[in-house]
Structures are given as C-alpha cells and as structure tokens.
C-alpha cells in the first residue's frame, strides 16, 4: 500500500525536480525536513514573543489601534513589580501551586506504590484512575460547577450528608474560605493520575536485586522505603512535581470556567489577572510585560525540567 | 513497560495485595464518579437535574439531548394547539413546557469546528513532526540540542502570553476566528510534542535498515519513504492521538482568539444556557459527546501514555 | 555551576511568592532572569 503511493508520488513528480530531490545531499534533506518546523515555530512563537517583548515598553491598547503609541522605557514591568494587586494574584497562584503539588505528590506516589503491589487486576483499574487527566480541563471544570451548586450539586449533597453542614451553606465557589480549595480539589482529582503514571515508572525502574540484597542484609520494610525506594523514585517524582509546577503556574482554562477568578479576586491566580488586563481592560502594553515576566518564570522552570528530563531518559 | 508487567517488590503478601487493590478500586471508584454523574445528567430532564436530595435513580429521557441541538422558543398553549402534530420525540418533549423548536443550535457547527481544526492541526503536526525527528535522528544538525530545546521550550509559554501578539498579528493578517488561524496556532503547539515523541521512536528503528535499502539502489528519500514509515507506524498513530486530545481539549487559544465562526466546543459548552441558567442536562449531553471519543482513545492510548506526557523520555 | 544557577531560579520563585515583603516581590523578576540566563550560559559548557 505505501509501496504503491511512494511509485505514484515518484511518478507523478516532474522529472526535473524528482532528479533534483534525488540528487540530494543527506545534508540537504536533513534542512530540508527540519526547516518547516523551525519556521512555522518561528511564525507562530518566536516572531510574537519579540512582538510582546516591544509591546511591554509601550503604552499600546489593542482596542485602540489608531492612537500613538509612546515608548515607556521599563515603566510597565515596574509598575506590575510594585503593584500589591499582582503580588496578592500571585500569593493567590502560590497557594494554589503549592497545595494541588503536595495533594498530588503524596496521593499520586501513595496510589502508585500500591499499584505496585501487583494485585489482580490492578491494569484495570489503573486505567480507569488515568481517565480524568485526559480530559479537557475546561469542559470538565464546567461541569464542576454543577457539582458544586449548593444543595442540588452531588458534591454538595455528599458534604452535607456527611458532616451534617445544612445543604445550603455548602457554598464551595462562593464562599471566600472555599473557593481555592474548590479549585485545588478538581486540579489534585484531574492531575493526580499523571503524578501517579510517572511514580509508577519510577517504581519500576528499581532493579529488583537491589531489593534482594537488603532482604539479604534484613532490611526493614521502612528502612527498605526509606532508603531505597524513594531515593530511586525522586527523579521520577521531581519530573512530575516540576511539570506540573509549570502547568498549574500558568493555569487558566480550568479556574478561568470554575470560579472565572472569583469570588471577588480571592482565585484569581497569575493567568486570571493577565487575562483580565489584555483582554478585558485592553491594557495591551502593559500585560505584555506581565506575560513577559510569566513567561521568563516558566522558562525558567521549562531549563530545569529538560536537565530532568534528560537525567531520567539516562536511566 | 506496559501497565501489566511489575517486577520492582520482593513478593508482597497476599493481605498487603488485599488491601493495596481495595484501596485502589475505592479511589477509581470515587475519581470515576464525576463522570458517571455528567452522563446520567445528560439523561435526566431538567426537573430530575435539579432536584434535592440529587436523584440517582431516575426516569431516562433524552431531553437534554433535544434542548443540545435545537433553540426554543416559549409559546401560548393555544399557540402549541393550533399546530399540526409533533414531529418527532423531541418535538413532542418540548411542546410539554409550553415551548416550540425554533431551529438548530450552534453546538453541531461548534462540534464540526472542533473536528476540523483538531484533525487538521494533528495532520499538519505530525507530518512535520515526522520529517524534523527523522531528520535530528539520522543526520548531523548542527546545534541539534539547541534546537530540540528550542522546540520544546515553546510548548511551555503561557497560553495567554502567547494570545497577546497572536490576536494583533492575527488581526493584522484577517486571521482572527479562523479555522485557518487556529490549525496553524495548535500545529505550532503540538509539532513541539511530536518532534520530540516522534524522534524517540525513529531512534528504536535500526539504521540497517536504510542502509540496506540505500545498498539496493534506493535514494535516501525512496529509503524513508519505504523503510523508516511503515516502521514507525504505531509511533506515527500513538503521536497522532496524543495531538489530536491536545487540539481537542484547548479552551484558552479558543476562548480568546475565536468568537463565533471557528469557535470549537470547548468554549462553547459553558455558554449552552436555559431559562434561568445553566441547562444542566443539555451541558451534560454536549459535555458527553465532546469526551466518548477521548475516553476511546484513553483506552488505546494506555500502553504509550506515560512515553507521551514525558515528551518520549521514560519509553518502556 | 549549573546547581547554583538552578537554585537562583528557585530563590526568583521564592522571592515572587512570599507574602512578606513587596521588595521581595519586585526583585523577584530580576533574579529569575539572571539565573535563567546563567542556567543557558553554564548548560553550553559542560564541566
């Protein structure tokens, strides 16, 4: 079948041009093949990022394209670098971060070291655990907000019927104490799978003689976690903790449809805020350089993260 | 590895094997549930979905399926009288409350807009992906990891950093709310994944192979064509899907840079509205549809999955 | 070299975190950037 496409595509070539592709240096082709990709990234990342990056000096609103457009030297990033509403959004991120990485840091490494006890049919159910993180962020925190509709939401319903808290007072996107937990809550259930995917791995990248010779030396089931099992794992672990790091920093899709920042700014985290000024108060110059600094930060972490990626991939 | 093979614990007791399963099953189980409630909701009538204490049990009806692809209008029941009779099931579910089908939804073009661009982005990103990794396989780039990293490293920029600059220039080119616009937008944003995937899995193909092929005559080209394509087939599809759920599910690029003709479902859904709010069954039934095919895909996808949300790095 | 840079970042982060101090805060981007730079500059020359 691609046989037969690979003689059509030869033939239907003119052959001027199909000689010249034949002639080809290897080093040619190599370029040839790289190049589009480079571009279309070129195009599409890189020629922007420069665009922001000039935009972050100016004063330019996108929804006043005709005004003239003043240079403001470095006035934007020091405005936003000693504006306490930005430093409270990002407290508010920080909260957010911190938590969603330890709830899923302990529960996805607690779930996978379980799986690995090997039990019947644990492949099953496995799958069915990795189900949420493939979904879309958006469409499923959509639905969140049904769950969390005081009295008729399930989750509401299941709050109240355990604790015994009157339905109508389980306000999880309304109340200012509950709302980042309401968001923390759907990111540890959606993202804990793919902190356990990438545990498991690491669980069973330990060579099992390792295991062997601490029975030899009658390790301790403690010690043996202590001292082997974890250690092993961190590299897994640490890949995972600084993905997710990097996603949850620049979240948006998924509180942006949950609580959409609110109630009042109590979750509005970093990508809420910048959504807010370049899109809503059209403060283009100046969110520029609030997506420059994002920006720097998560390119910061994406360094880490290859070096990470390139000591597991060693392994 | 695949998710059936383990090895690392020295033979765990049969009561430490109990408790890790039922502990296990328990978390699926209650992680599961949200999905099983979004799909009995979409067959709940807007009564049933609204009801407390919420209703597990409940009269099936596929009226948050009717009130997903149509507008309705509320009319006089001498109005609704006067009509012939109802045409379908539908018709006759809506007439009930007093309203009448006025005509489609946007939700079946939005649904189109999500195929069309997820397809395409995935065609694009995967055909240069394919020719980028083969070519960092098997040739000598110069400065290969700067650029690998390069690649990478724009996966990561933030959604809406990146929306700024792409909504001016986009409206500078009349690219704004375009299928055109956001093929090229999510190309850009997966071909990262799929270069770094796809170079994996032309590694693992034996050069012998070419070199064989190149031996019998064939030019490099004929060579990759004929040799290295039909190898990398699993690796071509299993980056395929993982591209593809990534164009699916976008909301950010989507919300901000489409409004309405190329607009896909992911922003649209939440705006599927009822008298008085949210149309929870009609949410549902949209929000059903828009993840069968992803769940489908969950399931092929099982044995690649962990090699896809690492860029290919932990491969077994 | 490459350690001391990726603590630098980490100290960035830290310092756009906290809840203590708004100078903190407004030097946090600077030193972001100043490891990220050095991070690129020290990965090219491998010890």
């Known amino acids: ?315 | 590895m695949s998710l059936t093979t383990a090895h690392s614990v020295v033979a765990p007791s049969s009561n430490a094997k109990l408790i890790a399963g039922t502990i296990i099953i328990a978390y699926a189980l209650i992680s599961i549930v949200p999905l099983l409630w979004i799909f009995a909701t979409s067959f709940k009538t807007p009564p049933d979905s609204i009801a407390y204490p919420p209703k597990v049990v409940f009269q099936p009806s596929i009226e948050g399926y009717c009130n997903l692809f149509t507008t309705r209008t509320r009319q006089t029941p001498e109005y609704i009288n006067a009509l012939g009779p109802a045409t379908g099931f539908c018709d006759e579910t809506v007439r009930k409350r007093n309203m009448v089908i006025a005509g489609p939804s946007n939700f079946l073009p939005r649904f189109v807009n999500s195929l069309i661009i997820a397809f395409g982005s995935t065609f694009c990103a995967v055909f240069l992906g394919t020719l980028s990794a083969y070519g960092f396989s098997r040739f000598k780039v110069p400065l290969a990891d700067d650029l690998l990293f390069f690649i990478l490293s724009t996966r990561f920029m933030p959604p809406i950093a990146v929306a700024i600059p792409i909504y001016l220039m986009y409206r500078e080119l009349g690219l704004s709310d375009t299928a055109l616009g956001m093929i090229l937008l999510y190309t850009a944003v997966n071909v990262s994944l799929a270069v770094w995937l796809l170079k994996g899995f032309i590694d693992e193909i034996p050069r012998e192979y070419e070199e064989a092929a190149m031996i019998d005559g064939y030019t490099r080209l004929q060579a990759f064509w004929r040799t290295v394509l039909p190898q990398a087939t699993t690796g071509i599809a299993a980056t395929a899907i993982f591209c593809l759920i990534f164009a699916w599910n976008e909301y950010a690029f989507a919300a901000l840079l489409t409004s309405g003709t190329a607009q896909t479902a992911p922003p649209f859904i939440p705006t599927i509205i009822g008298e008085g709010g949210q149309d929870w069954p009609a949410v549902a039934a949209g929000t059903t549809i828009f993840l069968v095919p992803i769940l489908v895909f969950t399931i092929l996808l099982r044995k690649q999955l962990l090699r896809g949300i690492t860029f290919g790095a932990v491969r077994k | 070299m490459e350690n001391i840079a990726t603590a630098i970042i980490a100290i960035g982060f830290l310092m756009l975190f906290q809840p203590f101090a708004l100078a903190l805060y407004t030097y946090s981007f600077i030193t972001m950037l100043a490891g990220t730079v050095m991070f690129i500059i020290v990965s090219k020359f491998p010890e």
């Open chain 1, 1 to 315: 079948m691609l046989d037969r496409t690979a003689d059509n595509v030869a033939r239907a070539t003119p052959e001027p041009l199909a000689k010249k592709i034949r002639g080809i240096s290897d080093k040619g082709l190599a370029w040839l093949f790289i190049s589009p990709t480079i571009l279309l990234l070129l195009a599409i990342n890189i020629f922007p990022l420069f665009w922001a990056i000039y935009l972050s000096f100016t004063n330019y609103r996108a929804n006043r394209p005709n005004e003239v457009v003043k240079n403001l030297g470095l006035a934007n990033y020091r405005r936003i670098l000693g504006d306490q509403d930005i430093w409270i959004a990002m407290q508010t991120t920080a909260h957010f971060v911190f938590w969603t990485i330890l709830l899923q840091t302990v529960i996805g490494f607690t779930l996978a070291w379980l799986i690995d006890r090997k039990f019947r049919g644990h492949a099953f159910w496995t799958t069915i655990i990795l189900v949420p993180m493939m979904l879309s962020p958006a469409v499923v925190g959509n639905f969140w907000r049904f769950l969390y509709e005081p009295q008729i939401g399930l989750f509401s319903y299941v709050v109240s019927f355990v604790t015994g808290i009157p339905p109508t007072n389980v306000q999880m996107l309304s109340n200012v104490e509950l709302a980042p937990w309401a968001i923390i809550i759907v990111d540890t259930w959606m993202w804990t799978p793919y902190v356990m995917l990438i545990c498991l791995a690491g669980l069973r990248s330990i060579p099992e003689y390792i295991y062997e010779a601490a029975e030899v030396d009658r390790a301790s089931n403690w010690r043996q976690f202590w001292s082997i099992t974890l250690p092993m794992a961190l590299p897994f672990i640490m890949l995972a903790v600084l993905f997710r790091g990097i996603e949850n920093f620049k979240m948006f899709d998924m509180v942006n449809l949950l609580t959409g920042g609110g109630p009042g700014s109590t979750t509005e985290v970093a990508s809420i805020t910048l959504k807010r000024q370049a899109f809503e108060s059209w403060r283009t110059g100046y969110s520029s350089a609030f997506a420059i600094i994002l920006f720097v930060a998560v390119f910061g972490l994406a360094n880490i993260y290859v070096k990470a990626l390139n000591k597991v991939k060693q392994r």
